[in-house]
């Protein structure tokens, strides 16, 4: 497994992940536009998943990872994130909001030594749901 910063040319991948995973996929757009860190996760040269992060002074916020569905449950998603952390040097911590509801995200995210710090009320749309704030503040490092 390999990670590195995403190219242009492999959003075409990254919106097939997108449409596995997101009832309201990302568009081509939307992942040309951002400002924030797009790595992605190659398996040989297949793209098998992504994350993406912004940096925001001393913080690293997780908008998003999506891991193809044959490498769920295989330590691909763990790999990826423990990859990226290191690339943050002088963090003093990781955040990210989780639709309330996505259990097997949640379950993943405290595995990595995150735990729920607060909640947005109705902060997701289609379908409405809350958001769980979560915090990793060992740094960033999983467990
Ligand atoms: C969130 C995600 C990246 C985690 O990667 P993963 O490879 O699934 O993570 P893991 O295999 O470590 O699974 C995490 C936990 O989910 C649970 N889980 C496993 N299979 C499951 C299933 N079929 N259904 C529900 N939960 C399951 C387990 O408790 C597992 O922990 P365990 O290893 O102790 O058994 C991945 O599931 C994904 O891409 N999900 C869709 C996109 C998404 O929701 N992203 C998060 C946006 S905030």
Redesign the pocket.
């Known amino acids: 497994m390999n990670v590195r910063k995403v190219i242009d040319s492999d959003i075409e991948r990254l919106l097939e992940?997108e449409k596995?995973?997101?009832p309201d996929p990302w568009t081509k757009e939307m992942f040309l536009n951002t400002s924030a860190d797009i790595y992605i996760l190659l398996n040989a040269e297949e793209i098998v998943?992504y994350i993406e992060v912004m940096l925001v002074i001393d913080e690293l916020h997780?908008n998003?990872?999506?891991?193809?569905?044959q490498?769920?449950?295989?330590?691909?998603?763990?790999y990826?994130y423990d990859e990226v952390i290191k690339k943050y040097g002088k963090i003093i911590g990781v955040t990210?909001?989780?639709?309330s509801g996505?259990?097997?995200?949640i379950?993943?995210?405290e595995?990595l030594g995150f735990e729920k710090y607060g909640l947005r009320k109705n902060y997701y749309t289609n379908p409405k749901e809350d958001a769980l704030i979560m915090w990793n503040y060992a740094k960033g490092e999983s467990k």
């Open positions: 992940i596995e995973n997101f998943g997780i998003n990872i999506a891991i193809s569905d490498y769920k449950g295989s330590g691909a998603s763990k990826l990210l909001e989780v639709r996505n259990y097997r995200a379950k993943f995210y595995k």
